[in-house]
Nanobody, 126 residues
């Protein structure tokens, strides 16, 4: 069964924190890449962070390095995105996605993802 379910979005003031969760089915979670992406209407989707659950290898976009942390909980089949020091420009719909790993890549994760969640909105006010 294909299942990705995001939660944890909301509204926060600049400088605040949120933690997003992505609960995945066993098929989507095990030895797979789970990525966090975000999109603002009228703009291209941006890859924010990824994690390869087989090894814990991670990747971060430059725009979030040092502020966001992606992590995994194997028991809960859940990937988290801890977002600290949030800025108004972090406002977007955040999506969780799953894809087969590309182990020759530095982050172990592919360019394209096969499965997507429905998204959770993050709004950061100044």
């Amino acid at each position: 069964q294909v299942q990705l379910a995001e939660s944890g979005g909301g509204s926060v003031q600049a400088g605040g924190s949120l933690r997003l969760s992505c609960v995945a089915s066993l098929l989507m979670y095990s030895n797979n890449c789970l990525g966090w992406f975000r999109q603002v209407p009228g703009k291209e989707r941006e890859e924010v962070a990824t994690i390869y659950t087989g090894s814990g290898r991670t990747y971060y976009a430059d725009s979030v390095k040092g502020r966001f942390t992606v992590s995994q909980d194997d028991n809960k089949k859940t990937v988290y995105l801890q977002m600290n020091s949030l800025k108004p420009e972090d406002t977007a719909m955040y999506y969780c996605a799953a894809g087969e790993p590309e182990l020759l890549y530095a982050d172990g994760c592919p360019d394209e993802y096969d499965y997507w969640g429905q998204g959770t909105q993050v709004t950061v006010s100044s």
